[in-house]
């Protein structure tokens, strides 16, 4: 993959092999009107997310990733996913650069992320759990050696259940390793149902996964009414298996 428009092609095969050859810079006139990415605002779509609109709603189902994506030491800049699920959606529930990973992510830098998911009243509508993260909403596969850096904000104001939220991974239920991240997560939740769980590199860890030799830099934030509960972990907001060797210098307090 050398330019934008073959690393947006990714979506049309999701079992493929890839490896990038070339650095790639994305510019705010690909997400404006009339870009190559604008999308109806939206911008970049999360690999495997399909959003489909017809007369009465606008609908998102995701299809995981199984093949292989090598950054092979290049970087992606400046890429920009701008999600919005109004009264009309039936939600749309990640948030990342790929919806769901059940390949192998390796080797991606990604740099200067600007990544948001708004879910606006919509009562009727409710959904167990939104995810949001920088690589993977929900990975079942592998991610190793990535870096990514910028900022992602989830804003909640349906009756869906919790924001998960991790700058590597919403929910962890594979292997991440040798991964760091800066990038700032800022969760805000406003319905008594709603909870957050964030963590610095997943949100969820589930049983027999992996997380190891992972470095955690940027800032949490979680934003609740007095009728809500946010949970904040440093690697792992709500840990069930193994975590080794990780390192992250700042304190976080719920």
């Avoid at 890839?18 to 690999?47: R, S, V």
């Avoid at 190891?212 to 934003?223: K, Q, S």
């Amino acid at each position: 993959i050398a330019d934008k428009e073959g690393f947006a092609a990714i979506a049309n095969d999701l079992t493929g092999r890839y490896q990038l050859t070339a650095d790639l810079e994305f510019t705010p006139a690909d997400f404006a009107e009339g870009g190559i990415f604008y999308n109806d605002g939206n911008g970049f779509l999360p690999f495997g997310l399909q959003k489909t609109v017809n007369e009465h709603e606008t609908t998102y189902e995701a299809t995981a990733f199984t093949g292989s994506l090598d950054g092979n030491g290049h970087v992606i800049k400046g890429l920009e996913i701008k999600l919005v699920s109004s009264v009309e959606d039936i939600t749309c529930a990640y948030l990342a650069l790929f919806a769901q990973n059940a390949g192998t992510l390796s080797c991606l830098t990604l740099t200067d992320c600007d990544f948001s998911l708004q879910v606006l009243s919509a009562p009727s509508l409710y959904v167990n759990d939104i995810y949001g993260a920088g690589v993977a909403a929900l990975n079942k596969g592998t991610i190793e050696r990535c870096d990514v850096s910028g900022k992602l904000s989830v804003t909640i104001q349906s009756e869906a259940g919790k924001a998960v939220v991790g700058a590597v991974a919403a929910k962890n239920q594979g292997n991440i390793y040798d991964c760091k991240a800066s990038l700032a997560l800022n969760v805000s939740v406003s319905r008594p149902q709603n909870a957050i769980w964030l963590g610095g590199i997943t949100g969820y860890n589930d049983t027999a996964s992996k997380i190891e030799r992972c470095f955690y830099n940027g800032a949490l934030t979680g934003t609740v009414s007095d009728a809500q509960t946010c949970y904040i972990g440093a690697v792992a907001c709500w840990n069930y298996a193994a975590v080794t060797n990780c390192f992250v210098p700042n304190q976080y307090d719920a």
